[in-house]
């Protein structure tokens, strides 16, 4: 397949050109995606699916920010004014686009795909991983990124009964006068239990159920019936969604393993971590870490001699969201930017890592015991355990 060039949009009036680079997947199939809203209420669920592919002439392209709506929220989540900043926003980034190919037809696969399901950050939403989510469908997965509704969202959407009624959920500070931790402990489980029901969608579909997806798109889910291996499935997530996912391992025994990018572990209740029962695999970033953290995850790890932790380094928290792909002081200077590490080489040490460490937890046979080093800690960029102390990158 012809690599896809990089979608690059012109000049804004925010200090140089802005455009977006994201990555074509690096493996051997192309990546199709579509958006998956199932319920009318806030309990159902909303994902943006990452698949194998077949190749379409002519494939067009799905936005990066889906809405306008999303540039709000990001304006609300960064504490600046809507009114000047969502249009800036929107101006900047509206019109980026991923490199995969939108509503593209379903590549069956008798054996089925191992199946992953994605958690986002604080403020983010369902696509702001659209480089990691599309280069694992490109080695052979069925990828689900969840949007949360958690609050925890810049914004997401329900879709009522009534056609065309949409509610949307704003994301929402820790309400004063209450503790961090109460708020996001709910959250996070929550979210757990997000992913768990993003699970039982999957095990619907491949029992033949019919699902309605009400956003009536052209990718219709019964294709998936006979070709995503339910035997196969890990929980994965950035930050917020890095402690979701490990939370997920408690609340579901069908997740085999999880992996947390740069994990933010404050909102799990300490008497859960001795019913974490499954591997996890810690990629952190050199910047983000506190010893709090870092101490939870080494709870972890010496109960399970399967867990790993690793440090890219030179890299920062954003460094692993489609973020770090975006160029321009403008962009840069919101969302506190990148690292030293050249974001492409940061993709894929976080992906050659998880890659190996799926193969050995969800007994693959494919050939990703390559990357196996990089579980130790071993490569250029990276080092085994966290990082001691925050460093000046």
Same mark, same amino acid.
């Given at each position: 397949?012809?690599?896809?060039?990089?979608?690059?949009? *012109?000049?804004?009036?925010?200090?140089?050109?802005?455009?977006?680079?994201?990555?074509?997947?690096?493996?051997?199939?192309?990546?199709?995606?579509?958006?998956?809203?199932?319920? +009318?209420?806030?309990?159902?669920?909303?994902? %943006?699916?990452?698949?194998?592919?077949?190749?379409?002439?002519?494939?067009?392209?799905?936005?990066?920010?889906?809405?306008?709506?999303?540039?709000?929220?990001?304006?609300?989540?960064?504490?600046?004014?809507?009114?000047?900043?969502?249009?800036?926003?929107?101006?900047?980034?509206?019109?980026?686009?991923?490199?995969?190919?939108?509503?593209?037809?379903?590549?069956?696969?008798?054996?089925?795909?191992?199946?992953?399901?994605?958690?986002? =950050?604080?403020?983010?939403?369902?696509?702001?991983?659209?480089?990691?989510?599309?280069?694992?469908?490109?080695?052979?997965?069925?990828?689900?990124?969840?949007?949360?509704?958690?609050?925890?969202?810049?914004? !997401?959407?329900?879709?009522? /009964?009534? /056609?065309?009624?949409?509610?949307? #959920?704003?994301?929402?500070?820790?309400?004063?006068?209450?503790?961090?931790?109460?708020?996001?402990?709910?959250?996070? +489980?929550?979210?757990?239990?997000?992913?768990?029901?993003?699970?039982?969608?999957?095990?619907?579909?491949?029992?033949?159920?019919?699902?309605?997806?009400?956003?009536?798109?052209?990718?219709?889910?019964?294709?998936?019936?006979?070709?995503?291996?339910?035997?196969?499935?890990?929980?994965? =997530? +950035?930050?917020?969604?890095?402690?979701?996912?490990?939370?997920?391992?408690?609340?579901?025994?069908?997740?085999?393993?999880?992996?947390?990018?740069?994990?933010?572990?404050?909102?799990?209740?300490?008497?859960?971590?001795?019913?974490?029962?499954?591997?996890?695999?810690?990629?952190?970033?050199?910047?983000?870490?506190?010893?709090?953290?870092?101490?939870?995850?080494?709870?972890?790890?010496?109960?399970?001699?399967?867990?790993? #932790?690793?440090?890219?380094?030179?890299?920062?928290?954003?460094?692993?969201?489609?973020?770090?792909?975006? !160029?321009?002081?403008?962009?840069? %200077?919101?969302?506190?930017?990148? *690292?030293?590490?050249?974001?492409?080489?940061?993709?894929?040490?976080?992906?050659?890592?998880?890659?190996?460490?799926?193969?050995? +937890?969800?007994?693959?046979?494919?050939?990703?015991?390559?990357?196996?080093?990089?579980?130790?800690?071993?490569?250029?960029?990276?080092?085994?355990?966290?990082?001691?102390?925050?460093?000046?990158?």
């Amino acid at each position: 397949a012809d690599p896809v060039p990089p979608h690059r949009f *012109g000049r804004g009036s925010m200090g140089g050109t802005q455009s977006l680079a994201l990555p074509s997947g690096k493996g051997p199939h192309q990546v199709g995606c579509a958006d998956v809203m199932v319920g +009318h209420t806030r309990q159902g669920l909303f994902l %943006r699916f990452f698949y194998p592919c077949l190749p379409r002439a002519g494939a067009e392209r799905p936005l990066w920010i889906p809405r306008y709506e999303y540039c709000r929220g990001l304006a609300d989540f960064t504490r600046r004014s809507r009114r000047w900043c969502a249009p800036l926003f929107s101006i900047a980034i509206g019109s980026c686009k991923v490199p995969v190919s939108w509503n593209g037809p379903f590549k069956p696969c008798s054996s089925g795909y191992p199946l992953i399901i994605f958690s986002h =950050g604080l403020g983010a939403f369902r696509t702001l991983y659209s480089s990691v989510c599309s280069e694992l469908a490109s080695w052979g997965f069925a990828v689900a990124a969840l949007e949360h509704r958690d609050h925890s969202a810049s914004a !997401t959407y329900f879709c009522k /009964a009534e /056609a065309g009624r949409e509610e949307w #959920i704003p994301y929402q500070r820790v309400p004063q006068g209450q503790k961090e931790f109460y708020f996001r402990n709910k959250q996070v +489980h929550q979210r757990a239990e997000e992913c768990v029901r993003a699970l039982r969608l999957f095990e619907d579909i491949s029992s033949g159920k019919s699902v309605l997806n009400v956003l009536h798109q052209d990718f219709d889910l019964s294709v998936l019936k006979d070709s995503v291996d339910l035997t196969k499935v890990a929980v994965m =997530g +950035h930050s917020f969604g890095g402690v979701t996912a490990v939370l997920a391992l408690v609340k579901e025994p069908s997740f085999r393993c999880a992996v947390a990018l740069d994990a933010w572990m404050f909102p799990l209740e300490n008497a859960l971590y001795p019913e974490v029962p499954k591997p996890v695999l810690f990629i952190n970033t050199e910047k983000f870490q506190t010893r709090e953290s870092v101490a939870k995850m080494k709870r972890l790890s010496s109960r399970n001699s399967q867990t790993k #932790i690793i440090t890219i380094l030179g890299s920062v928290h954003q460094s692993q969201t489609d973020f770090t792909f975006l !160029t321009g002081k403008l962009v840069n %200077r919101f969302f506190g930017l990148r *690292g030293t590490l050249d974001p492409y080489k940061g993709l894929d040490i976080t992906s050659q890592a998880a890659l190996a460490f799926l193969q050995r +937890h969800l007994n693959l046979e494919e050939e990703f015991d390559q990357w196996d080093n990089l579980l130790e800690g071993i490569g250029d960029s990276v080092v085994p355990e966290a990082p001691s102390c925050r460093s000046k990158l």
